[in-house]
């Protein structure tokens, strides 16, 4: 996970409290990912808990990528879980080198993240001018 992500105002970053706005009803699903040589920061133990008694749903994939295969590890809401099998297919495009129109995957990364039209479109133009910016 990146935690120095230098988002401009209007893009409320999800980061470190993802699971809190999952328990509130207002975020349908959360996802972390790193190389699976670095991942060291998943919160999974945050999340157990709620795993365990059906609050949240839980889904972990790790996909071949060079260097370093990719693990990704998500969290949906009940009922949600239709947005981990979109984001994964996302995923897995990317991994593989695939995807034909970033702008368009990150948009749609971030509705399934439950960031509103507004945010993602800040963001948008925010990572026209960095790059290396992905929605937390």
Request: charged content about 30%; aromatic content about 8%.
């Amino acid at each position: 996970m990146d935690d120095e992500i230098d988002l401009p105002p209007g893009i409320g970053p999800h980061n470190d409290r993802e699971l809190e706005l999952m328990l509130a009803g207002t975020k349908p699903m959360a996802m972390f990912s790193d190389a699976v040589h670095v991942s060291d920061y998943f919160p999974e133990a945050d999340f157990a808990p709620h795993v365990d008694a059906g609050r949240i749903i839980r889904v972990e994939e790790i996909i071949p990528k060079e260097p370093y295969d990719m693990r990704y590890l998500f969290y949906a809401l009940p009922g949600e879980d239709w947005r981990i099998e979109e984001a994964l297919v996302m995923c897995r495009n990317l991994c593989a080198g695939t995807v034909k129109d970033h702008d368009a995957d990150s948009a749609r990364m971030g509705e399934l993240l439950g960031y509103s039209t507004e945010e993602i479109n800040a963001f948008l133009v925010h990572s026209k001018r960095q790059p290396k910016a992905s929605l937390p």
